[in-house]
């Protein structure tokens, strides 16, 4: 298992995913992991169960993503990362992406808190924060809008359907294959299914591909 939060260990597992992290970029992930975890302890940020690995359930897990993003917007894309929570995956995204702008949108104030201190700290230029409900948000549509294990499918689509570009993409990291959820979808999107196997983690991980026909 690959238990360090070393930068090494973070570009070792991100490799087989088929993400490539420069040196500056890991010791970045492994800045603000190492924030996320003095944060978590006193604040709750994220559910981080016992005998979880850190590197594997939440580092590796949302650099999976980061394939997804650029073939759905490309590098330069406008991205929306509903419900960041502890930034996963938006800030583990801006890191391995910095070309792409990211927008964290959050409902719960101290968790934007700790959004904005992991931008200054990690240095992200490339980050937004905005407290508030998506479903109230009001900006330029997105080219791309992912969420992590948030709600189901139906609600992630109705709740930002009107910030997604006409082309633009959802992407919802999932575990188990969501089938209801899958059937439940409105009829005008269309989806598809990836299955993953992220280094270390013996568990299953599926990332569903949606859009607007």
Do not use: Y
């Amino acid at each position: 298992m690959l238990r360090e939060l070393t930068p090494n260990a973070i570009s070792v597992g991100a490799a087989p995913l088929g993400v490539t992290l420069g040196t500056t970029q890991a010791r970045r992930v492994a800045d603000f992991a190492a924030l996320l975890l003095r944060w978590n302890a006193v604040h709750n940020l994220t559910a981080i169960r016992a005998g979880e690995d850190f590197l594997t359930h939440h580092l590796l897990d949302s650099l999976a993503l980061a394939p997804f993003v650029l073939r759905a917007g490309g590098s330069g894309a406008r991205v929306l990362d509903v419900g960041s929570g502890g930034g996963l995956p938006g800030i583990v995204l801006a890191i391995a992406l910095p070309g792409a702008s990211f927008t964290l949108v959050d409902a719960v104030r101290k968790k934007c808190a700790f959004l904005t201190q992991a931008r200054l700290d990690v240095g992200l230029e490339n980050v937004e924060v905005v407290h508030g409900r998506v479903e109230r948000l009001q900006a330029a549509p997105f080219d791309v809008v992912v969420s992590r294990a948030l709600t189901t499918l139906t609600q992630f689509v109705a709740w930002t359907r009107h910030l997604l570009m006409p082309q633009g993409r959802w992407l919802a990291m999932k575990g188990r294959r969501p089938d209801e959820e899958l059937a439940r979808l409105p009829p005008d999107i269309m989806a598809a299914v990836t299955a993953l196997q992220v280094p270390g983690l013996d568990e299953q991980r599926h990332v569903i591909e949606m859009r607007k026909t």
